[in-house]
DNA sequence: GTCTATAGATTGATAGAC
DNA sequence: GTCTATCAATCTATAGAC
């Protein structure tokens, strides 16, 4: 098996495994036996369960930031072109729609997502910050972009929404199979991909609530 | 020691682990160790560790779920009076608000908090049903008070919604001390109870968006 | 690069004295 | 009810053969 392959595999397996059991709760000897690997390969490949978790986050969420930042610059340099302050909704939805489309492009993917959202409300602050140091510059790009949108929010209250936002949008995205309301009488059926706008025009309605 | 003591320090001790370290982040030895209780009395008196997480649960949810619905009753019976549909803002508020104000109780208050924010997200189910079994009955209690508010809004988005709102402030109660931006150049300080009144106008804003 | 074997530490749980 | 002592299982990480 060349190298490449093992490393994948590790990769591959880990997202599903953090994702789904948690990180504290996986063992490598669970990991190696699912992506088929010697359990030896992980620490001579990654060093350490926790850089393993590291390059699992830095795999898809660089290439993921990237597109966010370029919809999002896209969005302002539209609105500059005929001078006037872009749209909140569109500055949002070229960070949420990207994120939605990602999660549907493969079954790691899935994972993937559910795994950051889940995330940022890791205790452990090690893992926390394993996302954070990564998420931290595209939210900075989104948080100036919506001050330039909406100029009539004060920083602090723009900065609060966007937490709201942020956790919104978190949960939505740890939610791959387990709807809050599952084992309820209420209607079930937790869509993503028919959760995309109703969120949207979830986030948008709260940010631009009056002050 | 008596009985109450010990099985009292080992619920205190095993709410602030819990909430800071995670679950499975917890041995029982760190945790007798902090609560000054032997290693065995922990088994002695809960029987396993998943029995005492129910229990470290229990202990606080089912007296402030008692609250919530008391307070939603009010303004179920309130607006019956005058013969006319709740506010959703109202409803809401009392929601909302008896969780930041017990939050502030106590500091073990705002662990478990912090803990229960986080177990909506939980990947293990027995974990995640520890919580979602006690906090069924008044979400759905909520939900069809939401649905006389707003009679206009078909179940199936007022449900969307309310797990919007939901993730929302599962996310703000986990936010005990780390802001998202709590690392970045942004202003920081993550007030809880300056964040009360931004929270709720942010969620009825978004649950009150036009379909 | 991959493997076996294992070190060395830690885990949840329990048996049995007091 | 509380304690010590310990079991049996698990864990991450590593050494060394191939």
Known sequence: MSQSDTKTR?????EQLFAREGFHNTSLRTLTSLASVNLASVNYH????ESLLQAVIERRLLPLNRIREEKIEKVLSAAKKIASPPEAEALLRAFIEPTMEFRNSS???RDFISLIGRSLTEPDETIRNC???LALP???VLFEALHQALPQLS?????TRLQFIIGTMSHVMCMSSHSIFHSSELP???DHDALVEPLIKYVVAGLEAPE
């Not at 590790?10 to 880990?14: K, M, N």
């Not at 990654?46 to 369960?49: L, N, Q, V």
């Open 138 to 140: 595209i939210l900075q």
């Open 107 to 109: 079954p790691g993917a």
């Open 188 to 190: 079930p059926a937790f």
């Open 46 to 49: 990654f060093g350490s369960k």
């Open 10 to 14: 590790i990769l591959d397996g880990a």
């Open 131 to 133: 996302f954070m140091d």
């Open 155 to 159: 920083p602090a209250i723009l900065m």
